[in-house]
């Protein structure tokens, strides 16, 4: 196992050099400390390394090495490579498979390795989850076992926040992390997505949508294994989220700041809309940017459906996905049988509320499956849908089609194509019984 730590021998480098160590210690890992001889045009350089007017900085990072290895009990490898800082220190990690990369986020204005440059360059192309150490101050008593460490995550259920929150989870490993999991939501799109009743603020969340939020946010989390306590936050926001996150941390007085990065490929990789890179430049504490490239945990587990939503207009068809969705619940499961009421439709809602009864199958109770009716009032069919399964919380959404021979827009259905783009959960369509 290794740890990478780049440095350009000054005062903040050289703490973030001391981090790296400790860290490096509690793992049992070599630390491989690295200073890469960045001068202009070094890639075109004919062989710099054997330029005795670098032996000088070889030698003084071989006696950082030294000086490191003496103090916390470790091993430490000089490495002194030519080439460009932030892309040479991304490959070596990439090459040992570094289990983190450290570098500071400031040092001497004359070199490339202030934020905005090399931190920000290397957090952008490397593999590996990469510390960026602002004050190391915040992070040696922890990882010298001292005390808990208090770390805010900043997640949006995506798969990238994702890999930020299974990287924090194993910081615990090392020693107690105290862990703040954030979101931040945009008011007027959350209450939409709900279909939360006007009047809808647009400065704070109500009780019904911030608790809405919460529960899926504990959801999504899942367990969290490890020492320390757990908070789980929503926080309302307009505009930038990195910005929110920034001050958040600043208020809740963090010492770490974990935020998941795509790494956008192309102009993209300039970073103008990255959370990350806001995060970077924001945060008056240190950060961990976490890669997409690690990603992947999730895709690999089993997933429970507990909780299904049954869609019906109570039409032969549509009656088709009713078996399915229960048989998906399984037992202890519930199903949600949801029929949409647009503003045309003048059917009585407790009529509605019967049919829907008789469609439970017989033995569903005997099978420990729980039913719940609703009748949903909304412009369209799949809205209805789409915002009756983020109200209850649904793992799947199960419904009829009406397509037949092929998977075209045409085909599928304009209400069941709209659901699945909307959803953002698993959908299970139900085609009719024969197929021409």
């Known amino acids: 196992m290794t740890i990478l730590c780049g440095t350009d021998f000054s005062e903040n480098a050289n703490r973030a050099s001391e981090v790296a160590a400790a860290i490096a210690k509690r793992l049992g890992a070599t630390l491989v400390l690295v200073h890469v001889i960045d001068e202009l045009g070094a890639e075109l350089a004919v062989d710099s390394r054997q330029d005795a007017q670098y032996e000088p900085l070889r030698q003084r990072l071989a006696e950082e090495a030294k000086s490191l290895a003496e103090r916390f009990g470790i091993h430490v490898e000089p490495l002194a490579p030519a080439g460009i800082a932030h892309r040479t220190l991304a490959e070596i990690a990439q090459h040992q498979q570094a289990r983190l990369l450290v570098v500071s986020s400031l040092s001497r204005p004359q070199h490339w390795w202030s934020l905005g440059s090399v931190a920000e360059r290397v957090a952008q192309m490397a593999s590996v989850p990469v510390l960026v150490v602002r004050d190391a101050e915040r992070l040696l008593p922890w990882a010298n076992g001292e005390r808990p460490l208090r770390v805010m995550v900043g997640v949006d259920a995506g798969a990238a926040s994702r890999a930020a929150l299974d990287v924090a989870t194993r910081l615990r490993e090392l020693n107690d992390c105290h862990l703040t999991v954030t979101q931040i939501a945009w008011p007027a799109s959350e209450y939409y997505r709900f279909g939360v009743a006007a009047p809808v603020p647009v400065d704070h969340l109500r009780p019904e949508l911030e608790q809405l939020l919460l529960r899926d946010l504990v959801s999504w989390c899942g ?3 490890g020492g320390g306590d757990v908070e789980y936050l929503v926080r309302p926001g307009i505009g930038r989220v990195d910005a929110h996150l920034s001050l958040l ?10 935020v998941g990065t795509n790494q956008r490929a192309g ?15 924001n945060a008056t504490t240190n950060v961990l940017t976490v890669p997409l490239a690690i990603a992947g945990k999730e ?24 078996g399915v969705g229960y048989g998906m619940a399984g037992p202890d499961g519930v199903v949600h049988l949801v029929y949409v009421r647009t503003p045309l439709d003048r059917a009585d809602t407790q009529a509605l509320a019967h049919s829907l009864r008789t469609l439970v199958p017989p033995g569903a109770a005997a099978r420990g499956i729980a039913t719940e009716i609703e009748v949903v009032n909304d412009e369209t069919p799949s809205l209805g849908i789409c915002r009756a399964a983020a109200r209850v919380g649904a793992d799947a959404i199960c419904m009829a089609t009406q397509g037949r021979g092929g998977v075209s827009r045409l085909l599928l259905g304009s209400q069941a194509e709209d659901v699945l783009r909307r959803a953002g959960r698993p959908v299970m369509l139900i085609p009719p019984e024969e197929v021409e």
């Open 223 to 225: 367990k969290l294994e």
């Open 299 to 322: 895709s690999t587990l089993i997933r429970k459906f507990r909780r299904i939503l049954v869609a019906t207009d109570l039409s032969e068809l549509s009656k088709r996905a009713v």
């Open 267 to 281: 102009v993209a990789r300039f970073w103008q809309a990255s959370v990350s890179r806001g995060v970077l430049h």
């Open 249 to 258: 941390a600043a208020e809740k007085d963090v010492d770490l700041v974990v």
